[in-house]
Each structure stands twice: as structure tokens, then as C-alpha cells.
Nanobody, 126 residues
Framework: QMQLVESGGGLVQTGGSLSLSCAGS??????MAWFRQAPGKEREFVAT???????RYSDSVKGRFTISRDYTVNSVYLQMNSLQPEDTAVYYC??????????????????????WGRGTQVTVSS
């Protein structure tokens, strides 16, 4: 059974930093990504990284957030700097099932991802 488990959320002041981790198990993944959902809003794409370590970011986090992954432990990370109150949300890890033909894809739609974690809360106080 393939699983994703996030960790690292918390409370931080405006301008601060947080690092999120997501540990995958049960199989290999193509793209691994982070999404977020604020209260009363739809889930939105944050960043994704493929097996070639190419990345893609939403405009709202570009230059502030960095996504990375470690294949040896099947994990993906999100370093968040210069956090703003509008970054407050539940952050979800997502992954695409491994298929040889999709290793370089960088999907940004939630429905393109096969597996999801339960989420971790990030709160940025003003």
C-alpha cells in the first residue's frame, strides 16, 4: 500500500521559515508535489518535482519556496522562506504512481496525482 506522510508544519511569524517533509512508502513515484488549501478556498498547486529533479512552482511561491527530493528515502521536501499570512493553509503532499513514460512530467492539477497525504497545518501570524 502506497502512503505519504507529511511532517514539519507549525506556527511561524511573518517573514519566518518552515520546512516540510513528506515520506513515501510502498512503491516508487514519478512527480511528487505540494498543494495547499486555505479555509474556504480550493486546493491549490504549490510546487512539483519530477524524477529528473526538474521543478515547477506556482507564481505565488516562486522565489520563496524550494522543493527537493531524496530518492534514497523516497521523500520530498518543501523549504518555505519569507512566509506571509496568505501562506496559511493545510499543506498536502501528493505523488504520481511510477510509470516509465512519465518520469519527466511536471503536473500541476490535483487530479493528475494518484496518492495524497493527510496534510500538515502551516499558520503564519501577522
Amino acid at each position: 500500500q502506497m502512503q505519504l506522510v507529511e511532517s514539519g508544519g507549525g506556527l511561524v511569524q511573518t517573514g519566518g521559515s518552515l520546512s516540510l517533509s513528506c515520506a513515501g512508502s510502498g512503491g516508487a513515484f514519478n512527480a511528487m508535489a505540494w498543494f495547499r488549501q486555505a479555509p474556504g478556498k480550493e486546493r491549490e498547486f504549490v510546487a512539483t518535482i519530477n524524477r529528473g529533479t526538474q521543478t515547477r512552482y506556482s507564481d505565488s511561491v516562486k522565489g520563496r519556496f524550494t522543493i527537493s527530493r531524496d530518492y534514497t528515502v523516497n521523500s520530498v521536501y518543501l523549504q518555505m522562506n519569507s512566509l506571509q499570512p496568505e501562506d496559511t493553509a493545510v499543506y498536502y503532499c501528493a505523488a504520481v504512481r511510477f510509470e516509465a513514460g512519465g518520469v519527466l512530467q511536471l503536473p500541476f492539477r490535483a487530479d493528475e496525482y494518484d496518492f495524497w497525504g493527510r496534510g500538515t497545518q502551516v499558520t503564519v501570524s501577522s
